[in-house]
C-alpha cells in the first residue's frame, strides 16, 4: 500500500481491495479507510445508505412473529417500499465500492491493475449481490401475491339459506339432563371456513373437474379447527334459494350425470359464466355456493389447487420424497410429451419428478376415490416440506412462486392474510392436526348417495338434508345439537414408513 502523488490518498493492490470491501459494508468506510477525498456524489451516497437503512430498521424491527410477518407483506406498499430499501442499498454499496476501488486502483503497473481489478469485482459482487436478490425476491413475492390474491377486494361469502320444510333445531342436552335453548349467537358462525377444491385439468380431460372438495373450518378465536370432505360424485347438488344457479337448477344440479365434480365444468363455460360473477372464477364460486348450501354453514373463500399445475411446482423444487404405503399401478401419463410412467409405485421411499408425483396423485387404480385423497395429502405434504427448504427458498424461490402462482387460484383478498395467519397460529398453539376433528360425508358415517331421500336415523329429524346439516354444527361445535350422530371415520392419513 502506498501514498499517491496527489496528498495522502493510499493506492495499490491492498488498499483499492480494502476500499471496496470496506464500501461493501457500509459505503463511506472505503473511503475513509483510504483516505481519499468525499466528492459530493459519494457524500450523498454515504447520506442515502444511511437515511435508507434507518427506515428499513424502522420497518423490519417491529416483526416478531409470523403474524407480524404477513401482515407486512400483505400491505403492498410496505412491501415495495422494502424492495425499494433493499435496491437502493445495493446500488449505494456498488457506486461508493467501485469508486474507492477506481481511487486506489495501482497507478503504474498494468497486471497488478487487472489483478485488482478482477479481485475487486468479486469482492464488490460478494457483497452486493446478496442485497439485489433479496431485493428482486421481495418484488417476485409481491407479484406472487398480487397475481394470487390482488383483485379479490370484492369477495363475497357464500350463504346458505334455508332448507325446505326444515325443522327446529333440536336443544341440546345439559350435564343435570335438562335441555338447553339454543345460543343466539352460535359459537360457529364466527368461523372461518374455507372450501380447498383439487382441480383436475390434464391433457386427457377437455376441461377442469374438482375430484377433492375439504371444507377447512377454523375459530380465529381459540384455534378449533376441523374439516369436511365431500366425495366428488355427490349427486345433484342445490344452490342458495333465489340465486340464478337456484332457479337454473330447481332440483339440483343434473348435468354431467348430475356430479358435484361436474359443477365447475358446467359454469366455467363462457355461456354459464353468469349464473355466478361472470368472472374466470364463476366456476369455482359456483362450487362455493353449492357446499355451502349442502353443508348449511356459511363459506368465505375458496382456494383451488390445479393438479397438473402441482407438475410444474414439483420439478421447479427438484423433485419431492414420497413415501409409497402400499403397491400401486400407474396411470399412462396424461402428458402426451412427458415420460412413460412405471408399471407400478413400489413401497418404500421414492424420489419423484413431476409426472411421477402427479400420477401417483391420480390414480384410482388401487383403491378408492378415498385413497386417492389421502395421497394426494401425502404428495402435497412432500411439496410444502421441499419447497420450504433454506436451499430452495434461497436458490429458487422466483421459479416456485411462478410455478404455484400457475397452480393456484383462490379468492382470498391479499388484506385477508393477516386474519388467516393469525388463526393459523392459534390453530397450532392449540394443538395443531393432532386435534382436528374430521367428516366425510361418505358411506358409511352418511349416505351421500342418496341424501336427499335416506331416513335420517334420528326421528327428531324430518329429512336427511337437514341431518347432514345438524351432523356438520356438531362436527363444527360439539354438542351444539342433541341428535344421534354417525361414527364418524378415522381420516388419518400414514405418509411414512410403519413407526416412522
Not at 467501485?98 to 495501482?106: D, F, G, N, S, V
Not at 348450501?293 to 373463500?301: N, R
Request: proline share 7%; aromatic share 8%.
Amino acid at each position: 500500500m502506498e501514498v499517491n502523488q496527489q496528498g495522502s490518498t493510499r493506492s495499490g493492490i491492498g488498499a483499492c481491495l480494502l476500499g471496496a470491501a470496506l464500501s461493501v459494508v457500509w459505503p463511506g468506510l472505503g473511503h475513509w479507510a483510504i483516505r481519499a477525498r468525499f466528492r459530493r456524489e459519494t457524500t450523498i451516497a454515504t447520506g442515502v445508505n444511511f437515511a435508507t437503512s434507518l427506515v428499513l430498521m424502522a420497518i423490519i424491527a417491529p416483526l416478531h412473529n409470523r403474524t407480524d410477518l404477513v401482515e407486512l407483506i400483505a400491505d403492498r406498499k410496505v412491501l415495495m417500499m422494502i424492495f425499494a430499501c433493499l435496491a437502493i442499498l445495493a446500488a449505494c454499496r456498488l457506486y461508493t465500492a467501485l469508486e474507492a476501488a477506481w481511487i486506489a486502483r495501482p497507478a503504474d503497473s498494468p497486471a497488478l491493475r487487472t489483478a485488482a481489478g478482477v479481485v475487486t469485482a468479486l469482492v464488490v459482487l460478494i457483497g452486493v449481490v446478496p442485497l439485489a436478490q433479496a431485493a428482486r425476491y421481495v418484488y417476485e413475492t409481491d407479484q406472487f401475491l398480487e397475481q394470487t390474491f390482488g383483485g379479490n377486494d370484492d369477495t363475497e361469502t357464500a350463504e346458505a339459506g334455508e332448507l325446505d320444510g326444515a325443522t327446529t333445531v333440536p336443544a341440546a342436552t345439559t350435564p343435570d339432563g335438562g335441555t338447553t335453548e339454543p345460543p343466539v349467537a352460535w359459537a360457529g358462525d364466527r368461523r372461518i371456513n374455507i372450501l380447498l377444491l383439487g382441480g383436475d385439468s390434464g391433457a386427457d380431460r377437455w376441461s377442469m373437474r374438482t375430484d377433492s372438495m375439504i371444507v377447512v373450518s377454523i375459530d380465529p378465536e381459540t384455534g378449533d379447527a376441523a374439516t369436511i370432505s365431500i366425495p366428488r360424485n355427490l349427486p345433484y347438488i342445490e344452490f342458495p334459494p333465489g340465486t340464478p344457479l337456484e332457479l337454473y337448477f330447481p332440483d339440483g344440479f343434473d348435468q354431467y350425470s348430475g356430479l358435484t365434480n361436474a359443477v365447475y365444468t358446467f359454469v366455467d363455460l363462457p355461456a354459464n359464466r353468469y349464473l355466478t360473477t361472470g368472472g374466470d372464477d364463476a366456476g369455482a364460486q359456483a362450487i362455493k355456493m353449492g357446499i355451502a348450501q349442502f353443508l348449511g354453514i356459511p363459506i368465505q373463500y375458496y382456494v383451488l389447487v390445479d393438479m397438473a399445475g402441482f407438475v410444474d411446482v414439483v420439478d421447479a423444487i427438484g423433485g419431492i420424497d414420497v413415501y409409497v404405503t402400499k403397491r400401486v399401478p400407474a396411470p399412462e401419463n396424461p402428458d402426451p410429451n412427458g415420460d412413460p410412467l412405471p408399471d407400478w409405485y413400489e413401497v418404500g421411499w421414492m424420489r419423484m419428478d413431476g409426472d411421477l408425483a402427479l400420477g401417483y396423485a391420480r390414480t384410482r387404480k388401487a383403491d378408492s376415490d378415498y385413497g386417492r385423497m389421502a395421497r394426494q395429502k401425502c404428495v402435497i405434504g412432500a411439496i410444502t416440506t421441499a419447497a420450504t427448504s433454506p436451499s430452495n427458498l434461497a436458490l429458487g424461490l422466483p421459479g416456485l412462486l411462478d410455478a404455484f402462482g400457475d397452480a393456484v387460484h383462490t379468492d382470498i383478498p391479499r388484506d385477508a392474510l393477516p386474519t388467516l395467519a393469525a388463526a393459523v397460529d392459534k390453530f397450532i398453539q392449540s394443538g395443531g392436526i393432532e386435534n382436528v376433528r374430521s367428516l366425510q360425508v361418505s358411506e358409511p358415517a352418511l349416505d351421500s348417495s342418496h341424501w336427499k331421500s335416506a331416513t335420517p336415523p334420528d326421528p327428531k329429524v324430518d329429512s336427511y338434508p337437514q341431518y347432514i346439516r345438524y351432523v356438520v354444527q356438531n362436527v363444527l361445535v360439539p354438542g351444539t345439537v342433541d341428535i344421534v350422530m354417525p361414527e364418524l371415520s378415522d381420516m388419518t392419513v400414514n405418509c411414512g414408513p410403519p413407526g416412522g
